[in-house]
T-cell receptor, first 115, second 114 residues
């Protein structure tokens, strides 16, 4: 049962253009969402997050949008740079209860930014 | 460098064997998490410890066990290994057990079972 899904295994974008990575979730208990970036031979690193009380969070070139009614979030990277080429994981958590800091991850999307 | 250290980085072993993966969290972090990433899969949550106590459990097999020691390092023990246990095993840490999600990950331990 995949509660967090990233339906695009890969995305290719030209340098300077916008990259849009999508993520869908099914569990209504999720109320905090994160994006992690992973380079080869490294562990995932935190990129940006959003609470369910917001619909947008911005940090420099990275913006995350949340559509709760559609159970959908997206990560926008503008402008894209070759150094952004990595695997991007969407993750979700349910704050409180017994879930604590447990994250549920999507399968990841490989982003390639061409010079 | 996330500050989370995992050893060994690579491990090759045979079916039926037992291995131990070790994790040292970031300085000051009390909570440790273990995740498994199999081929073409996302990270699957295995187990979480906070200050030596088990806090949350995911789909961790009975053949797997973990613990967190008084010095806060953690070990993940995998026994009676099967081919399907081949995966990347990540350890992550955070300051609190109920953080708003930001975990700091190690580089992972790649286990290959032949």
């Amino acid at each position: 049962d995949q509660q967090v899904k990233q339906n695009s295994p890969s995305l290719s974008v030209q340098e300077g253009r916008i990259s849009i990575l999508n993520c869908d979730y099914t569990n209504s208990m999720f109320d905090y969402f994160l994006w992690y970036k992973k380079y080869p031979a490294e562990g995932p690193t935190f990129l940006i997050s959003i609470s369910s009380i917001k619909d947008k969070n911005e940090d420099g070139r990275f913006t995350v949008f949340l559509n709760k009614s559609a159970k959908h979030l997206s990560l926008h990277i503008v402008p894209s740079q070759p150094g952004d080429s990595a695997v991007y994981f969407c993750a979700a958590s349910a704050i409180g209860g017994t879930s604590y800091g447990k994250l549920t991850f999507g399968q990841g999307t490989i982003l390639t930014v061409h010079p | 460098d996330s500050g989370v250290t995992q050893t060994p980085k690579h491990l090759i072993t045979a079916t039926g064997q037992r291995v131990t993966l070790r994790c040292s969290p970031r300085s000051g972090d009390l909570s440790v998490y273990w995740y498994q990433q199999s081929l073409d899969q996302g990270l699957q949550f295995l187990i979480q410890y906070y200050n030596g106590e088990e806090r949350a459990k995911g789909n961790i097999l009975e053949r797997f066990s973990a613990q967190q020691f008084p010095d806060l390092h953690s070990e993940l023990n995998l026994s009676s290994l099967e081919l399907g246990d081949s995966a990347l095993y990540f350890c992550a840490s955070s300051v609190s057990p109920s953080s708003t999600g930001e975990l700091f990950f190690g580089e992972g331990s790649r286990l290959t079972v032949l």
